[in-house]
């Protein structure tokens, strides 16, 4: 994981000054925004309860509750977790970049998140760009200590359906029709029922102020193309897996990547899709066994995790 973290720094081109703890602030008030801050902080880390805000083999996180930040004109981070995740769903990439100097934001998908997975169909697609948008609105307006960010300097993190959401913001323009042939006769999902019924989502925003990003493993079924892909013009470092799984399709993953304009920073592991989050708890381990482990036999050789992990 120290490769992956060095290489994201030098993606968003502001390293700041180290700090001796993560500070924490968390997001309980609005639905919309429901999640937590990271930042530099000089205080001493403790337990913070997490309340309303626990999943399942997680109720606390270990920060500095609600300390004073550390450090001006600070780089900010927005991370988009993947289908069924949660906001600190990539703790040890955001405490690494609070303690780096970053302030970190990360919010729960409305309706697409571990305790909340209500939404359906091509929604979850189409909103998810404009819920990074509200963040990065909260942050650079609304946060009480929004004079610490410099807002010249704003990345994102993307993993999995947060990959897709990434590419929308910064550039790419989904064409959900794309999934039409999928949609045979016997196909009853929603998105198959809503594309039969004409329903197409408005196109999802776009956000200039991200000015890097780091992709991971995107979920990309409504295939993206070479043309639709055009509009990206910032600095992009793109991980993929060679086996994908967990909804993702390696192939398509591997074409949409090859299809980014650009010369963006490209890394293939020898894993399975969830290799990019860390290493599992015991707890984790027995309520979903599937995000532990490699898949085995995709293409004729076996992979653990402790061989593949990041």
């Keep these: 994981m120290r490769s992956t973290l060095w290489a994201f720094v030098v993606t968003l081109c502001c390293l700041g000054s180290p700090a001796q703890a993560a500070g924490i602030q968390l997001l309980e008030t609005d639905p919309a925004l429901s999640g937590a801050i990271w930042y530099p ?3 001493e880390p403790t337990h913070v309860a997490l309340g309303r805000l626990s999943v399942p083999t997680v109720d606390w996180l270990e920060g500095a509750k609600d300390c004073p930040v550390t450090g001006t004109k600070l780089p900010l981070v927005i991370v988009s977790h993947g289908n069924s995740g949660y906001f600190a769903l990539h703790l040890d990439i955001i405490e690494a970049l609070a303690n780096a100097g970053f302030v970190v934001a990360a919010i729960n998908h ?3 998140n571990t305790n909340d997975m209500s939404e359906r169909g091509m929604s979850v697609w189409a909103s998810r760009p404009a819920h990074m ?18 807002p010249v300097k704003v990345g994102l993190f993307g993993f999995s359906l947060g990959g ?11 064409d959900f ?3 039409t042939p999928n949609c045979k006769q016997e196909n009853k999902s929603t998105v198959c029922e809503q594309l039969r019924a004409g329903e197409i989502p408005p196109d999802p925003p776009h956000d200039a102020r991200i000015k890097a990003a780091v992709i991971v493993d995107p979920a990309v079924s409504f295939s993206f193309t070479p043309e639709n892909l055009a509009g990206i013009g910032i ?5 993929r897996s060679e086996l994908g799984g967990g909804g993702v399709n390696a192939t398509g993953v591997a074409y949409v990547t090859r299809s980014l304009p650009g010369k963006p920073d490209i890394h293939v592991a020898g894993a399975g899709h969830y290799a990019f989050l ?33």
């Design 133 to 150: 948008v509200r963040l990065l609105d909260f942050m650079l307006h609304e946060w009480k200590d929004r004079a610490a960010i410099d």
């Design 278 to 310: 860390p290493p599992c708890t015991t707890e984790l381990a027995a309520l979903r066994p599937q995000v532990c482990s490699d898949p085995e036999g995709l293409i004729g050789r076996p992979f653990t995790a402790s061989s593949t992990r990041l």
């Design 41 to 43: 902080c000089a205080a």
């Design 235 to 239: 600095p992009l470092q793109v991980w």
């Design 164 to 174: 897709f959401t990434g590419l929308v913001l910064v550039g790419g323009q989904p």
């Design 177 to 179: 029709r794309r999934f």
């Design 110 to 112: 409305p309706g697409n």
